[in-house]
């Protein structure tokens, strides 16, 4: 983590920093859906010694089955926040602010108020493969902060939720946990672990996600959110890659996907979200 940070673009100072969990369900981390605290607490341990004494707060939105104030303590990471005087935060129970969009599906955003004022907004998903949008990365990740609990609506018109919550509420950084990785078509929750063994970050959200895009086996404009998300000026699906030594080319790293599968299971999905 300390290697990963060092290649990014930290800001030399600040006050209040902002990190998006994934926390998608009631399931542990050895299942590879949810953000594992060894990973997180090696984050809180990294920017604790750069930024002493910043104001760090782990945020997670409620989902439609999930409530986010239970699953902090169900995981573990109300525990691992005090231990780095930081703390955990489920959006619902702040303020929140309005922000004028240019979206695909809404004119305007409404974005938390501890990441309008955060000095840095850290985006920490995991890698997964998804039955309904191929990949759930870094821009899918605030599509779990949007403000409405029941979010299957959002489902019929997804790939424009997930952008306009990026419009919304774009992350500074994104830091991917790719190290137990998730695949499959049951994600985002549902799924078999793979191990990658792999960490990734960027300042562009898009062009992360199109690295991830190619692990998960995919090209990133077939992905229909990143190809929407550059197009909306989010970031570039071109990306230049700095690979620490012995990490390969990422063909050397794919994640599995049924493609005969997910074109099968799509309608069958779509069909319920009616």
Not at 40 to 55: I, N, P, S
Not at 63 to 71: E, I, L
Not at 127 to 137: D, R
Not at 191 to 205: A, E, N, Q, V, Y
Request: glycine share 10%; charged share 25%; with cysteine.
């Amino acid at each position: 983590m300390d290697d990963l940070l060092s290649k990014l673009a930290l800001p030399s100072d600040a006050d209040s920093i902002c990190i998006k969990l994934n926390l998608c369900g009631y399931r542990r981390a050895e299942t590879g859906a949810t953000s594992d605290p060894l990973v997180v607490e090696a984050l809180l341990f990294q920017l604790r010694k750069r930024y002493t004494d910043a104001r760090i707060t782990l945020i997670e939105g409620d989902q439609t089955g999930v409530s986010a104030d239970n699953v902090f303590g169900f995981l573990g990471f109300d525990k691992l926040a005090k231990k780095y005087n930081s703390e955990t935060l489920n959006p619902r129970r702040g303020k929140w602010t309005t922000k004028e969009i240019s979206g695909l599906h809404s004119s305007k955003g409404e974005v938390p108020e501890v990441i309008a004022n955060a000095d840095l907004f850290i985006t920490h998903p995991k890698l997964k493969t998804h039955g309904k949008t191929k990949i759930t990365c870094a821009l899918k990740n605030q599509f779990g902060l949007l403000r409405q609990k029941n979010k299957m609506p959002l489902h019929s018109f997804l790939d424009e939720a997930i952008v306009d919550a990026n419009l919304a509420m774009k992350p500074d950084l994104t830091i991917v946990d790719g190290n137990l990785c998730h695949e499959g078509n049951g994600g985002p929750a549902y799924g078999r672990p793979k191990k990658l063994g792999l960490f990734m970050g960027g300042s562009d959200i898009v062009a992360v996600d199109s690295v991830c895009s190619r692990i998960a086996g995919f090209s990133p404009r077939s992905v229909r959110h990143v190809r929407l998300a550059e197009a909306s000026g989010l970031g570039s699906t071109k990306y230049v890659l700095s690979r620490k030594e012995g990490v390969g080319p990422l063909s050397d790293h794919r994640l599995g996907f049924n493609t005969i599968l997910y074109h099968i299971m799509k309608p069958i999905r779509n069909s319920f979200q009616r």
